[in-house]
Each structure stands twice: as C-alpha cells, then as structure tokens.
C-alpha cells in the first residue's frame, strides 16, 4: 500500500510545477507538507550553496509538528567540514544517527539538537550538471528512521523534480532579464535613428536654403544633388524608426516614399512629369538600401534635370524587382537621351554610381537613344 501511496504523490507532485509561481515559500510550504507525511518525517529542507561552496543557506525549512516555515538560515564550512566534505562528494548522504555520526558532529549543537534531528537523508540538488545544494529530509525525536529503497527512491525523485523546477525558474529568469535587455536596445536603436534622421533632415533643410541663396545655377545644382544624396540617408532611418525591424526594410515603402520626395521637390519646374512606378515587396537590409538609394537618387534626379528640357514633361519608369535570384532595378525616362561620348555626361554621377554599385557587387549600364535612357543594374539577392 505504501509502495502504491509514494508512487501516486510523486505523479501528484511532479505535475506541481512547484517554482512557477511568485509565492514560493506558501508553495514550498505545500510542497513540503506532503512529503513529510507521506516519508513519515517532521522535517524538510532545500539548502543552496555559495559560489565556492563554503556555505549554504536555507532556502526552506519546514517543520511538520508547528506546520512552520522558515528560511535564511547560514551553515558554514568551517561550523562541519566534515559535512561539507561529505556532501561535496555528490552522492546520497544517509545518517541514521545524527548524533552519533562524525560527520554531522559539528551540526549537532547548532543544528541537529535545536531541531531535535535524529536521522537525515540527504539528496543533492543538480543546476545544468553541477551540484548546487542539498535537499534534506529529517527524523526528529528519539528513535531513527530506516529509509527503505522505496523511500529513497521517492526522495531522489522529489530532488530531480525540484531542481527541475529550479533550472526551469531560473531559465524563466534569465529569458526575462534577455528580453528587458533586448527591449531596452531596441529602444535606444530607435531612438539612435530617429535622432540621426532629425538630423539629416536638419542638414538637408540648411542645404536647401543655401541652394536657394545660390547666385549661379551651377552651384544651386551641386547644393541640390547634395540635398537629395542627404535626404535619400534619412529616410532609411525614418522607415527604420517606424518599423520593429533594424536590419531589413520594406524596399517598396522606401523607394515610394524616396521617388514621391524628388517628385515634390522638382513639382515648382513648370514640368509635367511623372513616376510610373513597378517595385516588388521584399527586403533588403539597410548595408544594400543605402547604397542603392543613393544610386537611384542618382539617376531619377539626372532625368528631371536633363531629360525634359521643355515644359511638356514626360514619364519616368521604375522597376525594381527579384529575378532569377538577383534584384534588377531598371528606370527610363522617355526624354531626350544624351550622347554617350559627350564628356559633359559626369554630371550623371558616372563615378559615385560605380563606387556604390562596387559595395553592393552590382553591374549596371545606360542606353541612350532617340526614345531616352534606360539605366539597368543588377545585384545579387543577400
């Protein structure tokens, strides 16, 4: 009957999740309330070591004759180094008289006699492999306690149950404290972008009102393209501020909202152009938007400024998409063309649009004809 009686309290216990909850010592109470009546003992208690093994303070006492409860109570090496050298081997430690054994000598007068112990078993506690205290059930009284095998089978098991329940806390802990962590850089990247972008749309406002004190059209354009490089940088960090994602950015929202930009900033040109615009939805991470950005300010820019010299306007075509496991961008502008051996043509940039094409390991290449310009790269996929 008893053999049946442990079984069914260590399934009973062992669904307990004893460490789950915040109120540990009314559980621990619960916890040990149980098995002191099913081992038939008085006492219970989980004692934890120091990091060098020194010392070890109780994490609960329980004492089945008062129903109490108590805790924090230091028992040192240098008290029962006997004991401490016991324990240190790992193993079940069984002393069936406390008072008549040398290794729970020095025990006796601060420990064993108080509480009236005459008889403990105790079991190591194992963190990840190493062991990190003991749980100890005591006999008081007079007369010792035999720990049969079944016994000690039930009181290993509670062990492993419980230090299950300790490496599970303690998991819980350290996830927690990883996610506060997390959480908190989280907040400081978005704040780090939101600030770098508020910054950038300072210096892009400052470039801007410079172009506008410019006394030739040489410079008002060098300041321009400087504005449009700075603010095609800013909004990277303004997607990334509005996005939980740090690394990869939504290429269709950016390029949207950088196209609509250089839109707005050239609609006072008296020109009628427009954007059509055929961008897939994938990302890309902030190392390949920049650049690209950069580029595709590049050249969108160099077709509102010197494709369209009338004020009929015309049409700039936008392609970005994934094939065959490159990003292929393409934009064409219907517009007048250019001649390809006219030495003039630096102003398209020829020089940055190569060295950001070079981080990305892009190639690319312009066609010039009566019908416009057609700017094609290709990159590989990340």
């Known amino acids: 009957m008893q053999e049946i009686d442990l079984l069914q309290e260590l399934n009973t216990i062992s669904k307990t999740h004893l460490l789950q909850r915040s109120e540990i010592d009314q559980i621990m109470i619960e916890f040990a309330g149980r098995i002191t009546r099913s081992l038939k003992i008085e006492r219970m208690s989980v004692w934890l070591f120091n990091y060098e093994k020194r010392e070890m303070t109780s994490l609960g006492e329980y004492d089945l004759r008062d129903d109490s409860f108590s805790k924090d109570t230091v028992i040192s090496f240098s008290s029962c180094p006997e004991y401490f050298s016991a324990l240190e081997k790992d193993e079940l430690l069984y002393v069936e008289n406390v008072l008549e054994s040398p290794i729970t000598a020095g025990l006796k007068e601060s420990y064993s006699i108080p509480a009236n112990i005459i008889t403990l078993l105790d079991i190591p506690l194992r963190f990840e492999g190493q062991m ?135 609609d006072g040109d008296e020109k009628s152009i427009s954007i059509v615009m055929n961008i897939e939805d994938f990302e890309l991470s902030t190392q390949v938007l920049i650049p690209l950005g950069l580029i595709v300010n590049e050249v969108v820019t160099n077709s509102f400024k010197h494709a369209f ?54 190639t690319f290449s312009f066609y010039s004809d009566e019908d416009g310009v057609t700017f094609l790269l290709k990159a590989p996929l990340e």
Request: aromatic content about 8%; glycine content about 4%; proline content about 1%.
């Open 132 to 266: 990190i205290g003991v749980m100890c059930f005591e006999k008081t009284g007079d007369e010792v306690k035999v720990f049969d095998s079944k016994e000690r089978f039930f009181a290993h098991a509670i062990s492993m149950v419980f230090s299950s329940n300790l490496e599970a806390r303690k998991r819980r802990a350290l996830q927690a404290h990883l996610d506060r962590e997390l959480q908190e850089k989280e907040t400081l990247l978005k704040e780090i972008h939101h600030r770098v972008k508020n910054n950038l749309s300072v210096v892009s406002s400052l470039v801007n009102m410079q172009s506008s004190k410019a006394k030739d059209a040489y410079h008002k354009e060098l300041l321009d393209d400087c504005r449009g490089k700075i603010q095609s940088i800013a909004d990277i960090h303004d997607i990334v501020y509005q996005t939980s994602s740090f690394s990869d950015i939504s290429v269709r929202k950016y390029f949207s909202q950088l196209l609509q930009e250089i839109l707005q900033f050239y």
């Open 309 to 362: 010299p009338s004020s009929e306007g015309g049409e700039v075509s936008f392609t970005l998409i994934r094939e065959d496991g490159q990003l292929q961008l393409n934009i064409i502008d219907n517009g007048k063309g250019f001649d390809e051996d006219d030495e003039n043509n630096a102003r398209l940039g020829m020089e940055i649009i190569h060295d950001l094409a070079d981080q990305i390991d892009a």
